[in-house]
Each structure stands twice: as structure tokens, then as C-alpha cells.
């Protein structure tokens, strides 16, 4: 497997409807191929960086079978979804400590592919010949992810379900490793939700220009940090977004933020509502996490924090 990074899919602006396609969920996970030879696995990241003992509850669990295969391995939240941040303490881990971690935070390996078995390479043919020997195959703990004929009717299942997106591929597409090809087509689903100001960070190679907001969910413990968002802030939305912030000597956030985070920023009244789209649904009232690739949308004059506060839901 030297040298093999997966296929990539190009983003999408329209699910194909036409035939000769095929559709899958796009998981939220870890990009892994994973080659199985001589009663050993060893697990590969899309960089090629080796990650074998990284996930010992992977590989315990694979086949006994001469073969390659790429898939994600994927970690569920609170609410039995795939969810990147679930793995996010996990993806650096290796040897002793990864296997303490995975009782504590188990993984699952999809297998979406098949490119080669018992000796013979399947690069060079089609993803139905490919997919059709791959359901033949004992996968042992691995799992074998369902494919759909109708996108559309997948990408709203999904959009419904708060999973990440779809991904459509091709069936007479051959396997090309380390390209990013429209024979695969990925469709990401993004949400938006409401959050509060408690901070901001001067751009860089500046001290007064705003450049980023950090942000919170207003929940019944307080305010928890949320992240730092900049993309969609440029010079039109600065000024404005900073004469509405009001300042403040200590952080507004009932947890700790990282110091990454914290030094250089500037605290300010909880007071200002923002809208914030995020790449997979942001985390439930309570949770723990990030919001995965934020972008700014504007300012909520329409809200205060008060309105986004558990309580007021329940009105």
C-alpha cells in the first residue's frame, strides 16, 4: 500500500438524478484504507500517515482475508450520529493510550470500497464490479454502509437526520488514487444556528481592526464557548460588528476557553446575537464541542440571549 492515497470527490451543485449513479451517506469521520495481508492490518490516513496503532478496536476486529479497502472510521455522539468532534481526542493517540481511549470513546470502520482481494488489483475496474465483490465479502466487525439509487430522496434523509451529506459516485468509475475526480461528487450538508458574542480577536497584524468573534451557547449552566469564527468577517462587516460590542475585563464564558483561543481576545458583554452557518449540525444544548468550519452570517437584532436560553424554548 506504499504510496496509495484514496480517490477524492469534487463538491457537487446538484445531486445527479440520471442513471449510472449511485449514493451513499458521507460520513463524518477519519478517511482510513486499510490493507489486510499475511494475518496483519495496517491502517493508512489520506496523507499516508501511518495510523495502525491508533485504533486497536479496528483492526481487532477486521477481516481474515487478503485485501485493501477504503472507508471511514467514524465515532457516535450522545445522539447516535457520526460526529468528527466524538473522535477528536483520539485521532493523535497512539499504542497504550489509544486502546485505554477506545472503552471509553469505541470507533467503527465503514467500508465503502474494495481495490483489491486476494492478490488481484480492482483499481482498473468499475465501481459496481467492485461494489458487487465487496458484498460478498466477511467484513468481520467492519461494517458494510447501504448505497441508495435515489439521491435526492438521500440527501434529504440526511439533511432530515442531521448526518453531514451525501456522496455520489459514478458506477462505471475506476479507482484513482490521490485524484480528485466528478466521477465522485460530494453534496455537505450546513446549519445554522444562533450564538452570542463573548469576545473578539484583532486580525492579524493589527490591534484594533476586529477579525474574528468568539462565541457561545447560551445554556442552563451559562455561557459555554463554542469557537472562534472569522471566515465570512472582512472589512465591510468589522467596524460595524465591533461598535456593537460592549467591553468587559473577564471572560463571559462559564468554562474555560483555550488559551489558544484566549490570548489576545478581548471580553465583552454577552449581548450580541449572531448567526453562525456550521459544516454538520452545531452541538445540542449541553454538549461538548466545537462548531466544525463556522462562517459568519450576520447579526440577530431580532434576538437577545435570553431568547436562545433552554427555558425559552420550552415557551
Do not use: M, R, T
Given at each position: 500500500m506504499a504510496g496509495m492515497r484514496p480517490m477524492l470527490a469534487t463538491t457537487g451543485d446538484h445531486v445527479p438524478t440520471a442513471d449510472g449513479w449511485t449514493h451513499e451517506v458521507k460520513w463524518d469521520g477519519v478517511r482510513i484504507l486499510a490493507d489486510?495481508?499475511?494475518g496483519s492490518t495496517a491502517l493508512t490516513t489520506r496523507n499516508e500517515?501511518?495510523?495502525t496503532t491508533g485504533?486497536?478496536?479496528v483492526t481487532a476486529v477486521g477481516p481474515d482475508r487478503d485485501l485493501l479497502v477504503d472507508g471511514e472510521i467514524i465515532g457516535l455522539n450522545a445522539e447516535g450520529l457520526p460526529d468528527f468532534r466524538t473522535l477528536g481526542e483520539r485521532i493523535h493517540v497512539r499504542g497504550a493510550a489509544a486502546a485505554r481511549l477506545a472503552q471509553r470513546v469505541p470507533a467503527t470502520y465503514m467500508v465503502f470500497d474494495l481495490l483489491r482481494l486476494d492478490g488481484r488489483t480492482l483499481l482498473d475496474r468499475p465501481l459496481a464490479e467492485r461494489r458487487e465483490l465487496l458484498e460478498k465479502v466477511d467484513l468481520g466487525g467492519w461494517q458494510l454502509p447501504a448505497t441508495y439509487d435515489d439521491g435526492r430522496m438521500l440527501f434529504d434523509a440526511t439533511l432530515e437526520?442531521?448526518?453531514e451529506?451525501?456522496?455520489?459516485?459514478r458506477l462505471d468509475s475506476t479507482y484513482r488514487p490521490g485524484e480528485r475526480t466528478s466521477a465522485w461528487r460530494k453534496f455537505a450538508h450546513r446549519f445554522r444556528g444562533s450564538f452570542v458574542v463573548g469576545g473578539w480577536r484583532p486580525q492579524t497584524g493589527t490591534t484594533d481592526r476586529l477579525g474574528s468573534l468568539l462565541v457561545g451557547e447560551v445554556t442552563a449552566e451559562g455561557l459555554l464557548f463554542r469557537g472562534r469564527v472569522g471566515s465570512g468577517i472582512g472589512p465591510r462587516e468589522s467596524a460595524p460588528l465591533?461598535?456593537?460590542l460592549t467591553s468587559r475585563s473577564r471572560s463571559p464564558f462559564v468554562d474555560e476557553v483555550p488559551r489558544a483561543d484566549?490570548?489576545?481576545t478581548h471580553w465583552v458583554e454577552p449581548l450580541v446575537v449572531v448567526d453562525i452557518n456550521t459544516h454538520g449540525r452545531p452541538p445540542r444544548p449541553g454538549r461538548d464541542g466545537r462548531l466544525r468550519q463556522p462562517s459568519y452570517q450576520g447579526v440577530r437584532t431580532d434576538l437577545s440571549?435570553?431568547?436562545?436560553?433552554p427555558s425559552a424554548e420550552e415557551h
Open positions: 489486510v495481508a499475511a500517515n501511518v495510523a485504533w486497536p478496536d437526520q442531521g448526518l451529506g451525501i456522496v455520489s459516485k465591533k461598535a456593537l484566549a490570548v489576545g440571549p435570553e431568547d436562545l436560553s
